[in-house]
């Protein structure tokens, strides 16, 4: 099935909206675990240092943006990249933080909580 097509205001929405869902640091990490492999929440918890309820929160919108997708078996969820695209953007971002890390890491123009 063809998605309809966006209109250029719905288009840059959705980019703009693109970028606040990546800018979050544990979604960001979330995507960088599932690039290796599938994983469990439990997997994700541990290696992420983070509450439950925070990773399910943040899986459950990554989930709603297409980007991940979960497999169940009884109680266990397993999530995995539904987009492979987002490979091609994380390591388009992983180049343009690096060439610009010094100016991004001393930047005081889009506030602390950034890092």
């Known amino acids: 099935m063809t998605p309809p097509t966006a209109t250029v205001p719905e288009l840059d929405l959705a980019s ?7 800018g ?24 992420l240092g983070c ?4 990773v399910s929160n943040h899986l459950a919108c ?5 980007f991940v997708e979960a497999e169940r078996w009884g109680r266990t969820a397993t999530y995995s990249i539904r987009d492979r695209g987002v490979a091609g953007v994380m390591a388009a971002a992983r180049q343009v933080a690096t060439d610009h890390c010094h100016h991004l ?11």
Do not use: H, Q
């Open 16 to 22: 703009a909206r693109l970028f606040r869902v990546l």
């Open 24 to 47: 979050n640091p544990t979604r960001l990490g979330i995507l960088e675990l599932l690039l290796e492999r599938p994983r469990t929440v439990s997997e994700l918890i541990e290696r």
């Open 51 to 54: 509450s439950p309820s925070r």
């Open 62 to 66: 990554l989930r709603w943006c297409g």
């Open 105 to 115: 890491a001393s930047c005081t123009r889009i506030g602390p909580d950034w890092v």
